[in-house]
């Protein structure tokens, strides 16, 4: 989620963000809200700690529903570095991508008279794997919003 | 290079069971959520259990307050009270009494060691007046 901080959005002061989280539901103590907007104003990400039970991932749904923002949760385990979480999203979707790139290619480059030709056609095709698809943040949020970056070094299958 | 217009918030949640990185920690703003006192708890209960009456919801609230000063395996957390309040409405339940709070225990406790040991004090926590 990304929050816009003008004046008469929710993240405006820590009042208003202790209304708007009661408004979807969630009591905030002041100490609560008070991290919600320092966060918010200071481009930091809050470590939130506490026993399972108290509101911790609340707090996230909460404040999505209050910037009526999409929620991406990475659940973490023993095991997950962040070659896990960035590169390997939709793990078995990407495999499944694989197979079907796969047998297309083999069809398209069958008529390709040797190696070189068959390289040069196979880096026509775009790189599928940093297409929007597979880019979680990006595919969520406004179409508009990404839209306006500059795609220096993206691109994607269907513009290439 | 793709960059994003507005910065994304970001919560990073964690129950102290795994040790977190001094490098992480310093990185983050620093947010503890405590176990709430009767009243926090009682207006958390009424805004996820509106349907739960006042008086229900102070003492159901106030005997898990007593729960938590015992020495248990696990306290029961703000989830475990409101799922205890949805229970109880559901069981159309007006006023506790020792023989329902034994019969929806399991609600609140997930140890039987804990549930015997909370057991013993039925009669106790709900002689206390509520709130107190």
């Known amino acids: 989620m990304s929050a816009s901080l003008e ?16 408004g979807v539901g969630y009591i905030a103590s002041r ?9 918010a104003h200071l481009k930091k990400p809050i470590l ?27 659940q973490c385990y023993e095991g997950l ?43 026509g095709a775009g790189d599928l794997f940093f297409s929007e698809t597979f880019l979680e943040a990006m595919r969520r949020s406004r179409r508009s919003c990404w839209r306006h970056c500059q795609p220096t070094r993206f691109r994607s299958p269907r513009s290439a | 290079m793709i960059r994003a217009k507005i910065a994304p918030m970001v919560f990073l949640t964690s129950n102290n069971v795994r040790d977190l990185g001094d490098a992480l920690k310093r990185r983050c703003l620093h947010l503890h ?36 000063t015992l020495d248990l395996r696990k306290l029961p ?33 997930k140890f039987e060691q804990d549930i015997a040991a909370v057991e013993a004090k039925i009669p106790e926590f709900l002689a206390r007046p509520a709130g107190a």
């Open chain 1, 81 to 123: 570095d962040e070659s896990k979480a960035l590169y390997e999203w939709k793990y078995g979707k990407q495999l499944l991508y694989t197979q079907i790139l796969k047998d297309h290619m083999g069809a398209s480059l069958a008529g390709a008279p040797d190696l070189e030709t068959a390289m040069e056609q196979l880096r």
């Open chain 1, 7 to 22: 004046a008469g959005s929710p993240l405006a002061s820590v009042e208003t963000i202790i209304e708007g989280l009661a």
């Open chain 1, 31 to 39: 100490r609560i809200a008070t991290a919600v907007y320092m966060s």
């Open chain 1, 48 to 74: 939130v700690e506490g026993t399972a039970g108290v509101g911790k991932t609340e707090l996230a749904l909460s404040t999505a529903a209050l910037l009526e923002l999409p929620l991406i949760r990475l």
């Open chain 2, 77 to 109: 957390s703000i989830s475990e009270t409101v799922d205890w309040a949805r229970a109880l409405l559901l069981l159309n339940v007006e006023s506790l009494d020792g023989e329902l709070v034994r019969e929806t225990l399991n609600v609140l406790l």
């Open chain 2, 33 to 68: 959520i405590p176990l709430p006192d009767q009243r926090l708890e009682e207006q958390i209960v009424a805004a996820r259990a509106p349907e739960v009456e006042e008086k229900l919801r102070r003492s159901l609230v106030a005997f898990v307050q007593a729960v938590r």
